[in-house]
């Protein structure tokens, strides 16, 4: 099994930049991709962005342009660099990994742009 623990939330102002980081561990030679998913009060978990094994990365529409993800493969961590933040972009984000037969969770970070 593979587990995950994040990192990097917190509450910042409209404009400002931060960067979650998600670190996994346990039967890491499975994992095939990651990324995040994020979930605001009263909304739907939605995809975020997603980065695989051979580095090929997706976005969301509202966050292209802003957000960039990236992997450390040699400390097992997937980053998600976070600028130009919105008051929109306030959720609660989750990543995750994808592996060969299930997909694992973090527990979640919190993350509050003030307008």
């Known amino acids: 099994q593979v587990q995950l623990v994040e990192s990097g939330g917190g509450l910042v102002q409209a404009g400002g930049s931060l960067r979650l980081s998600c670190a996994a561990s346990?039967?890491?030679?499975?994992?095939?991709?990651m990324g995040w998913y994020r979930q605001a009060p009263g909304k739907q978990r939605e995809l975020v962005a997603t980065i695989t094994n051979g580095g090929s990365t997706d976005y969301a529409d509202s966050v292209k342009g802003r957000f960039t993800i990236s992997r450390d493969n040699a400390k097992n961590t997937v980053y998600l660099q976070m600028n130009s933040l919105k008051p929109e972009d306030t959720a609660v984000y989750y990543c995750y990994a994808h592996t060969l037969v299930s997909l694992a969770w973090g527990q979640g970070t919190q993350v509050t742009v003030s307008s």
């Open positions: 346990g039967s890491t030679f499975s994992i095939t991709a």
